[in-house]
């Protein structure tokens, strides 16, 4: 933020913000080659049916490794490549990669499960993105069902008519979408029945506290009750506890996703999470 109100001349900068900038500049500079020099990996994250306990699915989640900054935060690298621009192409390296591996793991013969892969306000903003998409599915051979896209509430909400027509088009190609971070941005209800969604996943704010906080307790109960009124389905993020299980469960929510199942893995522990967890199709279950 500090940047961009930079450009439009003077305004009031604290050191802190200067640091922060410095930083941003330097980050920048190191992610316009860290596809290249391979700086990039995915961690899946298993999403949960609430109810059965079996894995429905997998989220794909960007790590960036800088060789000498270490382990850089998406939430810190994911502004700076949407507002460069560099997103267009890390978020095709990340469609394409979460997809392979997908394949990777139904060829395998694990019980199949969708893969679900964030996609930013810059990517949704390209008209070829479902085309791209599409081709991306058949170079990697694996069907449509298989991939979800989630989308922020925010970039959702931000340009309704745009994001419906969109939406359309994923759905014509069999492309499950999913509501990020839902509850967190102004949702009109009028569009959310128009958006080709099958899913809303709850925010974590309103998870985290969930036991101690009426609010969110109440806040939970609503958006799961809306979902269902809508025919779609939910998902809570950031599911610690036993507790907060429960409570989501109660409800109605239909799958859970949480450090209480698995923190986001490296592919390779993802696999032996899957043998675990999951046996193979193959071995009659
Ligand atoms: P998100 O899509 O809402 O992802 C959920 C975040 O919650 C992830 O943070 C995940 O590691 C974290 N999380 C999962 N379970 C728990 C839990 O039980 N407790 C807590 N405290 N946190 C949990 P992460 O990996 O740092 O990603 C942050 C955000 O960065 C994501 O939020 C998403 O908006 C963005 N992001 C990550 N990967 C990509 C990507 O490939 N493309 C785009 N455009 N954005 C991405
Ligand atoms: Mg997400
Ligand atoms: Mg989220
Ligand atoms: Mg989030």
Request: proline share 5%; glycine share 6%.
């Amino acid at each position: 933020r500090a940047k961009q109100e930079g450009r439009h001349g003077a305004r009031f900068f604290t050191p802190e913000m200067q640091a922060s900038s410095a930083r941003n500049l330097q980050l920048l500079n190191a992610l316009r080659s860290a596809l290249e020099r391979d700086e990039l990996t995915l961690h899946y994250q298993p999403q949960i049916a609430a109810g059965s306990r079996r894995l429905i699915g997998a989220e794909a989640l960007l790590r960036w490794r800088h060789p000498e900054l270490g382990l850089v935060s998406p939430a810190e690298f994911i502004p700076l490549a949407e507002e460069s621009g560099l997103i267009l192409s890390i978020g095709e390296w990340v469609i394409r990669t979460a997809a392979r591996q997908a394949e990777s793991w139904r060829q395998a013969g694990f019980p199949p499960f969708i893969m679900a892969v964030n996609v930013s306000a810059a990517q949704f903003k390209q008209p070829e993105l479902p085309e791209l998409v599409a081709d991306i599915l058949h170079e990697v051979g694996l069907p449509a069902e298989y991939l979800e896209l989630e989308l922020t509430e925010g970039v959702a909400m931000h340009n309704p008519q745009g994001v419906i027509a969109m939406m359309a088009q994923f759905h014509e190609r069999g492309i499950r979408m999913s509501i990020d971070d839902f509850g967190t941005g102004y949702s009109s209800l009028s569009y959310l029945k128009k958006f080709k969604v099958y899913k809303l996943k709850i925010d974590q704010s309103f998870v985290r506290d969930l036991t101690s906080d009426q609010e969110d307790k109440a806040i939970v109960a609503a958006v799961i009750s809306l979902a269902k009124s809508l025919g779609l389905k939910t998902i809570a993020e950031g599911v610690e506890t036993v507790e907060q299980l429960d409570y989501l469960h109660q409800q109605g929510c239909d799958e859970m996703q949480g450090y209480l199942f698995s923190k986001p893995l490296p592919a390779e522990a993802f696999t032996d999470w899957l043998r675990a967890h999951a046996e193979p199709a193959s071995s009659g279950d």
